[in-house]
């Protein structure tokens, strides 16, 4: 079945640092695959997405680049801030819409 | 344009009890799925409903059940509340049966005692 396997952490930064969060998946046929991050005492927001190989998709600094020979989609920012402290989650979409996600890494920026 | 909206917030019951969650989609989605967050387990897809009709079903007992509504607002009901059924239940939305794209609301935060 479709799986996803991201990075675990948690992760510390400090502000201005690169961030790479690994992201690696299963799936039969084309999946669109996103990121999404979830806030303290917060649901899931929509960070970035790509739907077929090659596509980057990006928002806010991140991007991602759907690899479909390595079946990777590892999230990068080139500078964080103390702002971006939150959980990330790799997830796809197939076929039945039973998204999958991962299990989500904490990632917290100190200043 | 409103978001994803979820009733209650936080929510108390006991083991054994019933309990009932609500989600509103973001206007013009006909589409609404039902997440559950539990410590430890991530994010497990529950149900999907479109169109007033249950399309696709996680992995869970019948004692989750849920039903969409002629205005897209949907309900999750629980029945015979497990203490493991704490959790946080994500409602997402998306406008048709075709998008995969997934709006998520903030959440109701379940505790079973």
């Known amino acids: 079945g479709n799986s996803v396997t991201q990075m675990e952490g948690p992760v510390t930064l400090s502000e201005e640092a690169f961030l790479t969060i690994n992201c690696t998946y299963t799936?039969?046929?084309?999946?669109?695959l996103f990121w999404y991050v979830q806030y303290p005492g917060e649901g899931l927001q929509l960070l970035l997405k790509a739907t077929k190989a090659d596509d980057k998709g990006s928002n806010k600094g991140f991007e991602a680049t759907y690899r479909k020979e390595t079946t990777s989609f590892h999230l990068e920012k080139g500078s964080v801030q103390v702002s971006d402290s939150a959980v990330y989650f790799c997830a796809l979409n197939s076929y039945n819409n039973d998204m999958r996600f991962g299990a989500g890494t904490r990632l917290t920026v100190k200043p | 344009e409103a978001g994803v909206t979820q009733s209650p917030t936080h929510l108390i019951k006991t083991r054994g009890q019933q309990v009932t969650l609500r989600c509103s989609p973001i206007s013009g989605h006909t589409s609404v799925y039902w997440y559950q967050q539990a410590l430890g387990l991530g994010l497990q897809f529950l149900l999907w409903?479109?169109?007033?009709?249950?399309?696709n079903r996680g992995n869970f007992p019948p004692r989750f059940s849920g039903r969409q509504f002629p205005n897209y607002s949907s309900e999750l009901n629980v029945n015979a509340l497990e203490l493991e059924d704490s959790a946080l239940y994500l409602c997402a939305s998306s406008p048709d049966r075709e998008e995969d794209t997934q709006y998520f609301g903030p959440g109701t935060r379940l505790t079973v005692l």
């Open positions: 799936a039969t046929g084309y999946p669109s």
């Open positions: 409903y479109d169109e007033g009709e249950e399309r």
